[in-house]
């Protein structure tokens, strides 16, 4: 069982930055993807980016440009820097790693709020 433990979500002004965090721990089978993916309220849940084990990103169109996923593999955490943040990137922000075995884990969840 994978274990994520999200951090850095809060409040930010619109043209701000903040950083999110996710730690995985408890995978005996190696990690191949993490990832943030972002639900606004009365909204369904959608990718932000993610990045395979090679360091491959993906990024929605929406944050292209503005929003940069890093990984740690060592450490298996992955970090989310969010500038020129927008009301619209208002959200509850989710961690999710998929292992080898492609079974995919969520954290609990961290809530950015973006004020205009």
């Known amino acids: 069982q994978v274990q994520l433990v999200e951090s850095g979500g809060g409040l930010a002004q619109a043209g701000g930055s903040l950083t999110l965090s996710c730690a995985a721990s408890g995978s005996r089978f190696g990690i191949k993807r993490m990832g943030w993916y972002r639900q606004a309220p009365g909204k369904q849940r959608e990718v932000v980016a993610d990045?395979?084990?090679?360091?491959?990103?993906n990024y929605a169109d929406f944050v292209k440009g503005r929003f940069t996923i890093s990984r740690d593999n060592g450490e298996n955490t992955v970090n989310l820097q969010m500038n020129s943040l927008k009301p619209e990137d208002t959200a509850v922000y989710y961690c999710a790693v998929t292992s080898l075995y492609d079974n995919t884990y969520w954290g609990q969840g961290t809530r950015v709020t973006v004020s205009s």
């Open positions: 990045i395979n084990n090679s360091g491959r990103t």
